[in-house]
């Protein structure tokens, strides 16, 4: 949301000029011949600028860019007085100081980054501009000056607090978010555990007490012995249910373009270091819950691809089989973003991909991006 407030300010910096001729025509007729090229040049280059820099990911550009663009409007409006002749309008309803009518711009581009600063921007940006304005109109200040700053303050305002409305909104839509996705986690686990329990209940109902009941004086039924020795075994089993039977190498393949499929039919899966998956992959296998994770945790940075790469990004799966190792990487080339400045509350990374990965023996993941150069997310795993 700051990005794209940034772009359409920056385009109102550049826009003001091309309709204002009228009055940039009056500022000319009472100021040196220098001033009016430069006051273009000082709205038009940092409009650019702002266009430019909200292509970019992240906002940390934002906060130098807006500053600066609020001093450039300050300097040029002051040099005005230097350039001033000291005559007036012939008309002194025209306009003495064309950049007046741009005066909020600077402080509403302040307000995606600081709401203080642009309050104090708009005071002192409507002040000055109002007094050039003045002098330029009448040749001193009158007792009108006072209302009409306080006008185009008021009037402004509205504006400042357009933005930092929706600035907010999308604070709070970002908390929200990581609300959710913590509630899910929680909620995921919580389930599985009750299934969990569920059916290790089923199990003591339905077979462990059941042979109970069936125990009877003198010599038990060979039948029973055999039901209480079964019993004994699913419960066992119970705790590794999802140590399931080991997945060759060309069905776990097979898993890993299902679940990329699934997510999008452009995504390409490539694999190396084995010459046919129907025919070298037969004889090799991994385990199931290996597999398991590293096509959760491949889906997982799949899905961040599709939400935060950029609509025109290109992603592609490249895997590697091996008889003692499973790896594989996730490139995409998109916007990127800085590692380091993921907020604890996103579990996508944390939980989803390196915690996953780290709960398997063995298992790794490693993530490697930055803003506007792509992201690739190694997933791996090496037999102990």
Same mark, same amino acid.
């Given at each position: 949301?700051?990005?794209?407030?940034?772009?359409?300010?920056?385009?109102?910096?550049?826009?003001?000029?091309?309709?204002?001729?009228?009055?940039?025509?009056?500022?000319?007729?009472?100021? &040196?011949?220098?001033? *009016?090229?430069? =006051?273009?040049? !000082?709205?038009? /280059?940092?409009?650019?600028?702002?266009?430019?820099?909200?292509?970019?990911?992240?906002?940390?550009?934002?906060?130098?860019?807006?500053?600066?663009?609020?001093?450039?409007?300050?300097?040029?409006?002051?040099?005005?007085?230097?350039?001033?002749?000291?005559?007036?309008? =012939?008309?002194?309803?025209?306009?003495?100081?064309?950049?007046?009518?741009?005066?909020?711009?600077?402080?509403?581009?302040? !307000?995606?980054?600081?709401?203080?600063?642009?309050?104090?921007?708009?005071?002192?940006?409507?002040?000055?501009?109002?007094?050039?304005?003045?002098?330029?109109?009448?040749?001193?200040?009158? &007792?009108?000056?006072?209302?009409?700053?306080?006008?185009?303050?008021?009037? #402004?305002?509205?504006?400042?607090? *357009? /933005?930092?409305?929706?600035?907010?909104?999308?604070? #709070?839509?970002?908390?929200?978010?990581?609300?959710?996705?913590? =509630?899910?986690?929680?909620?995921?686990?919580?389930?599985?555990?009750?299934?969990?329990?569920?059916?290790?209940?089923?199990?003591?109902?339905?077979?462990?007490?059941?042979?109970?009941?069936?125990?009877?004086?003198?010599?038990?039924? $060979?039948?029973?012995?055999?039901?209480?020795?079964?019993?004994?075994?699913?419960? $066992?089993? *119970?705790?590794?249910?999802?140590?399931?039977?080991?997945?060759?190498?060309?069905?776990?393949?097979?898993? @890993?373009?299902?679940?990329?499929?699934?997510?999008?039919?452009?995504?390409?899966?490539? %694999? %190396?270091?084995?010459?046919?998956?129907?025919?070298?992959?037969?004889?090799? $296998?991994?385990?199931?819950?290996?597999?398991?994770?590293?096509? $959760?945790?491949? =889906?997982?940075?799949?899905?961040?691809? !599709?939400?935060?790469?950029?609509?025109?990004?290109?992603?592609?799966?490249?895997?590697?089989?091996?008889?003692?190792?499973?790896?594989?990487? /996730?490139?995409?080339?998109?916007?990127?973003?800085?590692?380091?400045?993921?907020?604890?509350?996103?579990?996508?990374?944390? /939980?989803?991909?390196?915690?996953?990965?780290?709960? %398997?023996?063995?298992?790794?993941?490693? @993530?490697?991006?930055?803003?506007?150069?792509?992201? #690739?997310?190694?997933?791996?795993?090496?037999?102990?």
């Amino acid at each position: 949301m700051r990005r794209i407030g940034a772009r359409f300010l920056g385009l109102g910096f550049i826009g003001y000029p091309i309709v204002s001729p009228a009055a940039i025509a009056m500022s000319s007729e009472i100021t &040196a011949g220098w001033w *009016v090229p430069l =006051s273009i040049v !000082m709205s038009v /280059v940092p409009g650019l600028m702002l266009v430019v820099a909200s292509s970019r990911s992240g906002t940390r550009w934002l906060g130098p860019l807006a500053l600066g663009t609020w001093c450039a409007y300050l300097g040029t409006v002051g040099l005005w007085f230097l350039a001033w002749d000291g005559s007036t309008l =012939s008309d002194s309803a025209g306009n003495a100081q064309w950049m007046i009518a741009f005066c909020g711009m600077p402080s509403m581009v302040l !307000m995606l980054v600081h709401p203080g600063l642009a309050a104090l921007s708009l005071l002192t940006s409507s002040g000055l501009a109002h007094v050039s304005s003045q002098m330029g109109r009448f040749g001193h200040l009158t &007792a009108d000056l006072p209302f009409e700053v306080l006008w185009s303050f008021v009037f #402004t305002s509205v504006f400042l607090a *357009v /933005v930092l409305v929706a600035i907010r909104t999308g604070r #709070t839509l970002d908390e929200t978010q990581e609300d959710t996705y913590r =509630s899910a986690a929680n909620a995921a686990a919580a389930t599985a555990r009750e299934a969990e329990k569920a059916r290790f209940d089923a199990i003591v109902h339905d077979r462990v007490i059941a042979s109970l009941l069936a125990v009877r004086t003198g010599r038990p039924d $060979e039948r029973l012995a055999e039901q209480a020795r079964s019993a004994l075994d699913e419960l $066992e089993c *119970v705790p590794d249910r999802y140590d399931a039977a080991p997945v060759s190498a060309s069905e776990a393949l097979r898993r @890993i373009r299902s679940a990329a499929a699934g997510i999008s039919e452009r995504i390409d899966v490539q %694999v %190396v270091a084995i010459e046919s998956p129907g025919e070298a992959g037969d004889h090799v $296998e991994y385990p199931f819950d290996v597999v398991a994770a590293i096509v $959760e945790a491949m =889906s997982e940075a799949l899905r961040n691809v !599709m939400r935060h790469a950029g609509r025109g990004a290109d992603c592609g799966v490249i895997v590697q089989l091996a008889p003692d190792a499973l790896n594989m990487a /996730v490139v995409d080339n998109g916007e990127g973003f800085d590692p380091e400045a993921i907020g604890p509350g996103r579990l996508g990374i944390a /939980v989803s991909i390196r915690g996953r990965m780290a709960r %398997v023996d063995g298992g790794h993941a490693q @993530i490697s991006s930055h803003p506007g150069r792509g992201t #690739t997310v190694q997933i791996g795993w090496t037999r102990p």
